[in-house]
């Protein structure tokens, strides 16, 4: 499966970005999904990720309540609402898909998308 990523931009402190990972292929919905980040000097961490059907969401501490896992397997799409972004969420985000199963380790995941910058100003 191929993955691209799209919505990240420039917002200031409180304010709120929706990203868009579109998947090509037949077989998405067989994928869990999930959404990384990284930012300058640090190592790519967990944000949220999201079961086949999407009737199962999981998050990071640092973003729940603020963020929103969504996806829709009819038009092979996964999202991530961002709401009261904070200046610490700017990082590149990435979707990745998974064969296995949902997890917070990176090397559960197949396949990522090439990230979307995300800056928050304070």
């Known amino acids: 499966v191929q993955l691209q990523a799209s919505g990240g931009g420039l917002v200031q402190a409180g304010g709120s970005l929706r990203l868009s990972c579109a998947a090509s292929g037949r077989t998405f919905s067989s994928y869990v999904m999930g959404w990384f980040r990284q930012a300058p000097g640090k190592e790519r961490e967990f944000v949220a990720g999201?079961?086949?059907?999407?009737?199962?969401?999981y998050y990071a501490d640092s973003v729940k309540g603020r963020f929103t896992v969504s996806r829709d397997n009819a038009k092979n799409t996964v999202t991530l609402q961002m709401n009261s972004l904070k200046p610490e969420d700017t990082a590149i985000y990435y979707c990745a898909a998974a064969v296995r199963g949902v997890g917070i380790a990176t090397a559960l995941y197949d396949y990522w998308g090439q990230g979307t910058q995300v800056t928050v100003s304070s």
């Open positions: 999201i079961s086949r059907s999407g009737g199962s969401t």
